[in-house]
């Protein structure tokens, strides 16, 4: 009775690893081919977005990240203002800009 419950706490236990690996596994490999948005590309993946429940209906190919040189700028080319705190944090003012540029505490 014994070996049993050993056996099926085994079973509990490690059907829900096998599926984190399988999808772990799966998830690189499409990741390195890209190939989130088209057919998956092999047996692993494919058991991995059934699995999931995964469809790519919606989505389109990645862009490539290396003709992003010109990211932050606008459609007219100018440079997007970026804040230097984000919304709502409270901007602590420096001892030098509080005196002046000439006075220095």
Do not use: N, W, Y
């Not at 690996?21 to 993946?45: K, Q």
């Amino acid at each position: 009775m014994i070996i049993l419950l050993t056996v099926i706490a085994i079973m509990i236990a490690g059907i829900p690893l096998a599926a984190v690996v399988l999808v772990t596994i799966a998830c690189r490999r499409e990741e390195s081919a890209r190939s989130m948005a088209d057919r998956a590309p092999g047996p692993l993946e494919r058991a991995a977005r059934k699995l999931l429940a995964f469809h790519a209906s919606g989505i389109s190919r990645p862009v490539s990240r290396a003709g992003s040189r010109d990211r932050g700028r606008s459609a007219d080319g100018h440079q997007e203002d970026t804040p230097a705190a984000p919304a709502g944090v409270p901007v602590m003012a420096s001892p030098v800009a509080a005196a002046g540029p000439g006075l220095q505490a």
